[in-house]
DNA sequence: TGCTTTCGCTACGACTCGTAGCGTAATGCC
DNA sequence: GGCATTACGCTACGAGTCGTAGCGAAAGCA
């Protein structure tokens, strides 16, 4: 939320209630409506609140659709199938499952677009998004040393480099056939793309 | 462009030079102003033309960003650096030097975006920018094959959907990592990102 | 010279934006 | 219970943009 509600403060508080009922209503509207035509009065509207009290709690279009957006990654998780490529093939076709939707579509690569000229926008991106979901990485790499597959990892910052490249071919390349390609990152593409990025890293 | 102008017709014939101060107007108002706030009218003044004109060449934001935008992906090219990894680096370099610019960050991203809903531009994006740039990846392998560096291709289908595949990764990865994490692609990160995708590629 | 199409210009209604002002509702503190 | 404080719903507002229509002038072609 762009004003977290302090903690001990006089006053009404904030309605709790009020907050769910925005961020769905804006998923709603990102899929009836997309992003430019999604207005503000229309969500709040659908929200069943008044204009001036999404004002209030968000700065404007940007904030909010980040908000929404980001909730919708965080049902992803990362089940145990046995191997890293395993592994590794579930949690992208879960990526690809939430891409696959209208309201993250979108939405994401519309308030992408416009962290290009925002620093505050992208640092809120990246904190509420991006880094958000680099523990599946992390999570993926320790269940692999765990299993043996991968050497224990030495350097910490070389260590970090590599979670980075990783995070960005994997969610770009998604993001990418999905979007830009237009074609379902289904199972088989899933399978060659994971053969080709394991195969790759191993070998370095 | 909107409408193609007829090859044998009557009348004053459309400016050409209008078209190329539109465009060239379209980038730098992409810079000074980004995506949103970027408005038709602004753009008619700079190009120095009326607004009207601009709407009869073309049917709104979202076109006209589009073709002047791909203008900037046409100056890609693949010089042979002698091994199939170096013209890799060398066109994934220059692919980052054009996302540097912003008026290709703010305003790819904002049409890719506005493209989820609309199946006439996710057309034309790949039409203009996707399909064209294609051209790299096939012209790098077929140098590699003369080289001796790959197998000559067999299954044209196989072929195909590994040419895509490509595609996907390298533009995805790039992409991600300007847009997203906003790091710069350098030296030293596209030679970590070539060696995981060519010894991918090359143990399948 | 006529015919045709484009051009620049002005004006227009419709819409969205973000904010201000007001009275009311809900909570904490005394 | 009364009071201060904050959130809420509602209405209204000026500012800005949208996309289009209508006009006379300009630039080609036969």
């Given at each position: 939320m762009q004003t977290r509600t302090p903690a001990g403060r006089t006053g009404r508080p904030r309605s709790a209630s009020a907050d769910a009922a925005i961020l769905a209503a804006t998923r709603q509207a990102l899929v009836?409506?997309?992003?430019?035509?999604?207005t503000l009065g229309?969500?709040?509207?659908?929200a069943g609140v008044a204009k001036t009290t999404l004002y209030r709690r968000w700065s404007g279009k940007n904030e909010l659709v980040v908000d929404a957006v980001a909730e919708l990654f965080d049902e992803l998780s990362l089940p145990d199938r046995g191997s890293l490529a395993?592994?590794?093939e579930g949690v992208v076709l879960?990526?690809?499952a939430i891409l696959a939707r209208p309201e993250a579509?979108?939405?994401l690569m519309a308030v992408v677009a416009e962290a290009t000229r925002d620093e505050a926008l992208r640092?809120?991106?990246?904190a509420s998004i991006v880094d958000r979901q680099k523990r599946l990485v992390l999570a993926g790499r320790a269940r692999a040393e765990e299993r043996g597959e991968l050497p224990p990892s030495t350097d910490p910052e070389e260590s970090a480099r590599t979670v980075d490249l990783i995070f960005d071919m994997v969610?770009?390349?998604v993001v990418h056939r999905t979007l830009v390609s237009a074609q379902?990152?289904?199972?088989e593409w899933v399978r060659a793309f994971t053969r080709v990025m394991l195969q790759g890293l191993a070998a370095a």
């Open positions: 009836e409506l997309g992003w430019s035509k999604l229309d969500v709040a509207t659908r395993a592994d590794m879960q990526f690809a579509r979108s939405g640092e809120r991106i990246r969610a770009g390349a379902p990152a289904d199972e």
